[in-house]
C-alpha cells in the first residue's frame, strides 16, 4: 500500500535511477521506520549513516549480527561511560547552567538533572559556529 502511494507521487532519484527490488527495499525499510515512529530526522541521519557504511562496504555484519538484548546492553554500558567522559571534557571548556525538573509519573516522584551548555565548532568555511546542547545526565525516583 505504500510503495503504490509513494510510486504514485513520483518518487525522485538524486544519484542514480533505483531498480524496481531496490525501491521496494528501499520503501520496505522507510516503512519499518515510519511505523517504529522515528522522526524525519532520525530516518535521515540513519539513511546517511547506512549510505555511508554501504559506500565502504561495511554492511555484512547485518547477515550475522542479530542485534539481541545482551549486545544490546552492553553496548549501552560502554557507550553510556563514553558519552559521560565526553561530558565532562566539554563542560570542563564550557560555561554550563544545570536544572532540576520533577513529575509524578505513575504515582511516582520523578526527578531529572539536566545540564545546558554551548560549545564552538568551525564550520566548512572556518567560521565560528555555536551549538546549544542541553542533556539529561540522570534521573531519580524520589522517596518520602
Do not use: W
Request: aromatic residues 6%.
Amino acid at each position: 500500500m505504500l510503495i503504490g502511494a509513494i510510486k504514485k507521487k513520483k518518487v525522485r532519484t538524486i544519484q542514480k535511477k533505483i531498480t524496481n527490488e531496490d525501491e521496494r527495499d528501499y520503501l520496505e525499510l522507510l516503512a519499518f521506520f515510519i511505523k517504529e515512529r522515528l522522526s524525519f530526522i532520525q530516518i535521515s541521519q540513519i539513511g546517511r549513516y547506512l549510505r555511508k557504511m554501504a559506500e565502504q562496504e561495511k554492511l555484512g555484519f547485518l547477515k550475522t549480527k542479530s542485534f539481541d538484548e545482551e549486545d544490546i546492553s552492553n553496548a549501552i554500558n560502554c557507550l553510556g561511560t563514553a558519552l559521560l567522559d565526553q561530558l565532562k571534557e566539554e563542560l570542563e571548556s564550557a560555561q554550563y547552567s544545570c536544572s532540576i525538573d520533577s513529575s509524578t509519573v505513575s504515582g511516582e516522584n520523578i526527578c531529572a538533572l539536566k545540564v545546558r551548555y554551548q560549545t564552538s565548532i568551525l564550520d566548512e568555511h572556518n567560521l565560528p559556529l555555536n551549538r546549544t546542547h542541553t542533556k539529561l545526565i540522570g534521573i531519580k525516583t524520589l522517596q518520602e
